[in-house]
Structure formats: structure tokens, C-alpha cells
């Protein structure tokens, strides 16, 4: 059970900001104020508390023609949870692919381009062009900054060269239950994105000017008279800045107009399981354990980073690891077994949305952002899996440095893009045995916004500096058949491993 408080608000910024009034607290559940042109701004807390949900809204119809659609597909999408949303990805796959295997069109893009419209005209990525009679299915992903990845329930659209008079009223129908749910938004299938935090509610009136308001670089939504957002806002201190937009060359100019200061009270923190934790130097802190550990006291962000977990697949364990700071102490906890784990909570450092207080001047982010390419070299490695410091990388190539033909995927390496990992064959394995100074390439695309990882120099398979690595040594064994898990057959490892 999440504790419920009532948001605490903050002095009015008026010494520093001195277009903005003090706020006008209401029962200590909201509060309000009026902005620089004129507008009344109200925020409050919303009693719903079941977690983050996901909008969508996809025309149910397509009209074919020769080359593409008649008119484009306006495609919409929201998240309520935008603080604790990395990036996104819109992937439309026909109706045969049932695992979700082979997208015939992706977008991506990051937090703050999420509740851009895409449009799409029928152009396809892979695989033939689409044909009258068809039916697609599209599919919304968001991903935290760990890879917990939150999905939406997928949503079929027909593509025909007309609309038969008994499917009129059915699509009619489908669209507006569609556009419905675009602002309830429904649960994710599955939940896999832990989050934390309450939701805020804003609602602003007399709003007199033509463009729409943002706050910090999310457009609200027109409901009756006014405007309203609601967005889940983690622990920790928020300005939500309040934006007019002027539009401008490729987007609008935000300018700002109010601040909406909030600090959300702390709530259960998530913990990071850790193993290792012997020569971890503590010092005092003054946070307080929860209930069922003891606080055994502060160790180095830079040191916590260097541990394992110990529950890899946990998705709150994942998360909190992942929002560590290197440069600030971390709270380390024991339970009455004795297994000690580590406590984070967002804050406004870690947060994507609403951005700390800093407020866009230019809103101008594309919604399909483009790829660099970079190398990663290995030293002569003895073990069959290669872990690359990236996640969801493309067109990848194995390279032999000094061969001049790259390794062929599935025969001589199986690659798992998504979670960027090489698993080596057998007879590879065996060849680079006999060559003792040989290095790997790995050369590869990742997105624009993805975490920049600077490597310098040759990664050398030394098994980890602190003894640990993606995979035991001795779950392994390389054969003459190849390359298999001791105690699982080759084809269920890979399978598992893969997919």
C-alpha cells in the first residue's frame, strides 16, 4: 500500500521569478495561482492511484491506393507517466504476425516527443508493399531507463480501396471509442515500467490566447471551457513551467508565463538487491529504513555501480540500480536475512518530464530521430558471450579485425539486439583459440538520444573487475557440436536467450 499524502507546495517563487504570484493553498491538496497573462492555473492530487496508463488512438479505416494511402493516418498517443518514460517506439505489423516479430514500420522518439501526431501514408520498412484487403495492427512501447519496456493494447486498422455501407457505422464507432480512450488511457499490457509518485491534475481557465498552452513542453488538452494535463509526478521538489507557444519555422517558440511549484512528498523508495557488498566503505546518513530493514548506512555511488544484482530480471531492482548517481552517496539497507540492498527514489535530476523547472524556448524535437554509428573492439575472447555497451542496437557487423569479410549472423554469432549481446559459436570460439593477439569489432547504429558510453580503448574478457558477468564460466561448455549451457540443450538456451 503506497502511503497517500497531501502535497506540501513550496513559497511562491516571486524573488526569483517576479512574474509569478504566490500560490493559494487549498486544504493542502492542490493549490492555484494566477500567470502572467491573465490565466488561473489549479492543481491537484487525483485519488486514482493504480499506476501509469497508456493512450493510443489509431484510425480503425485506411483507404488503398497505388503508392499509398488517399489520406495519410493521423496517429495519436499519450502517457500519464512521462517522468519515468526514456523513450518510445510506434511499431504497425500485419495482422499474421502474431508474435510481434517483424514490424513493417517503426517510429521512434523520446519522452518529450511522445505526444507529437504521426502520420502515416502506407509506407512499409520491411517486407512487400501493403495490398487492398489487408489488416495491420499497431502496437505503443515506452521504455524507462532500465529497459522496462510498458505496452499498449494493439489496434487494428483495415486497408481497403472503399468502405462497404454495413462497416460505416462499425468504424464510425471503433474511432470515436478510440479517441475516448486517447485521453482515459488504458493499463499496459503487460506492466513492466515501475513507478512511484501521485498524479497531479492541472486545470487552466481564461486562457485567451490562440495557441494552446504547454507545461514544460507538453501541450495540455482542451476539455469544456479550460485545459487540463494529468502526468505522474515522482518524489522530490518540481517546477511545472506554464508555456504559451508562438509557432515558428519547424515547431513553436514556448514562453513562459507561470510556474506550478510542487513538492511531492516521499513515498515507498525502490530497492536495488545487491550482492558484493563486503568491501563497500560505509558512512553515516541520515535516510530512514523501511519498514522490515536496517539502515547500515551510506556507501559510494561510484562503488554501488560496480555490484551485481542479485535479482537481474526484477524490474523495481533494475530501475533503482539504473537511477544511481556516481557522484552522491546511496542508502544501503539489510532485511532480517541479512541480504542488503540499496534505496533510490527519482528526483528532479533523474526525471524526463517536467524538467526540473527549466523552461523549453524552442519546441523543435523530430519525432524520428536519427542513428550514429560507433565500434567496440574485443581482445582475443575465451567465453561465448560478449556483453556491448549499448541496448537496441542496428545493423550490427562482426568483424575479424584484419579480415576483411564480416562474420555471418546465426552461423558464426547470435545476436540479441535489443538487450546488446554477442553469443559466440563453436567453431568460432575454436578459431579465435588459435589466434591469441585477435580482436573483435563489433560495429553498430544506435539512436541519437541514447546514453552516450565513451570506449577507449580494447575490452579485454577478464571475467569483470569484481569477479562477475553477464554469465557464469562454468554454466558453459564448448563442444565439437557446439557451443551449450550444461544444463539446458543449446536450442532452449538460445531460444530463451533470444527472444
Do not use: C
Request: negative net charge; hydrophobic residues 40%; aromatic residues 6%.
Amino acid at each position: 500500500m503506497r502511503p497517500r499524502y497531501a502535497i506540501l507546495l513550496l513559497i511562491g517563487l516571486a524573488a526569483v521569478l517576479p512574474w509569478v504570484r504566490a500560490p493559494v493553498v487549498h486544504a493542502e491538496s492542490g493549490g492555484g495561482e494566477t500567470l502572467k497573462n491573465g490565466a488561473a492555473v489549479t492543481w491537484q492530487i487525483d485519488p486514482r492511484n493504480d499506476g501509469s496508463r497508456l493512450g493510443l488512438s489509431v484510425p480503425a479505416f485506411a483507404q488503398w491506393m497505388p503508392g499509398g494511402f488517399e489520406t495519410p493516418l493521423r496517429i495519436e498517443m499519450r502517457s500519464d507517466a512521462l517522468a519515468v518514460v526514456d523513450a518510445w517506439e510506434l511499431a504497425i505489423h500485419r495482422l499474421g504476425d502474431t508474435q510481434f516479430a517483424r514490424p513493417l514500420r517503426r517510429f521512434r522518439g523520446t519522452a518529450r516527443t511522445l505526444h507529437h501526431p504521426l502520420y502515416w501514408s502506407g509506407e512499409t520498412d520491411d517486407g512487400p508493399a501493403l495490398r487492398p484487403g489487408e489488416r495491420v495492427v499497431t502496437r505503443l512501447s515506452v521504455r524507462d531507463v532500465s529497459g522496462n519496456i510498458d505496452r499498449s493494447a494493439p489496434q487494428e486498422t483495415l486497408i481497403a480501396r472503399y468502405m462497404m455501407r454495413a462497416e460505416r457505422r462499425k468504424i464510425a464507432v471503433r474511432d470515436a471509442e478510440r479517441a475516448s480512450l486517447l485521453d482515459i488511457g488504458t493499463a499496459p499490457l503487460p506492466r513492466g515500467i515501475p513507478t512511484r509518485g501521485y498524479l497531479i491534475d492541472l486545470m487552466l481557465r481564461d486562457w485567451d490566447e490562440d495557441e494552446p498552452p504547454h507545461a514544460s513542453g507538453v501541450p495540455l488538452r482542451a476539455s469544456g471551457d479550460g485545459w487540463t494535463s494529468s502526468q505522474l509526478v515522482p518524489t522530490g521538489r518540481h517546477d511545472i513551467v506554464i508555456q504559451s507557444t508562438r509557432p515558428i519555422i519547424g515547431g513553436v517558440r514556448a514562453v513562459p508565463v507561470g510556474v506550478v511549484p510542487l513538492t511531492v512528498p516521499p513515498d515507498f523508495p525502490l530497492m536495488a538487491e545487491i550482492k558484493g557488498t563486503g568491501k563497500l566503505e560505509r558512512s553515516a546518513t541520515g535516510h530512514e529504513a523501511p519498514p522490515g530493514f536496517v539502515v547500515e548506512g551510506a556507501v559510494s555511488g561510484g562503488q554501488a555501480l560496480t555490484r551485481v544484482l542479485t535479482k537481474r530480471e526484477g524490474t523495481e531492482d533494475r530501475l533503482a540500480f539504473a537511477l544511481i548517481d556516481a557522484d552522491r552517496p546511496v542508502p544501503l539497507v539489510r532485511d532480517d536475512r541479512k541480504r542488503r540492498s540499496l534505496l533510490m527514489s527519482y528526483d528532479a535530476a533523474t526525471v524526463s518530464w517536467p524538467g526540473a523547472g527549466r523552461a523549453q524556448t524552442s519546441l523543435r524535437e523530430p519525432t524520428d530521430p536519427g542513428t550514429r554509428r560507433l565500434a567496440v573492439r574485443y581482445a582475443a575472447p575465451s567465453r561465448p558471450e560478449l556483453v556491448l555497451p549499448h541496448t537496441d542496437v542496428m545493423q550490427l557487423d562482426l568483424t575479424v579485425k584484419g579480415e576483411g569479410e564480416p562474420l555471418m549472423a546465426f552461423r558464426d554469432y547470435f545476436p540479441n539486439s535489443a538487450e546488446g549481446r554477442l553469443l559466440l559459436s563453436a567453431s568460432l570460439l575454436e578459431r579465435l583459440g588459435k589466434m591469441p593477439e585477435a580482436v573483435l569489432e563489433a560495429d553498430y547504429e544506435i539512436a541519437t538520444f541514447a546514453p552516450s558510453v565513451p570506449v577507449t580503448e580494447t575490452i579485454r574478457d577478464d571475467g569483470g573487475s569484481q569477479g562477475e558477468s553477464w554469465s557464469d564460466a562454468e554454466d558453459w561448455s564448448v563442444t565439437p557440436e557446439g557451443v551449450r549451457r550444461k544444463t539446458d540443450g543449446l536450442l532452449d538456451r538460445l531460444l530463451d536467450w533470444i527472444f
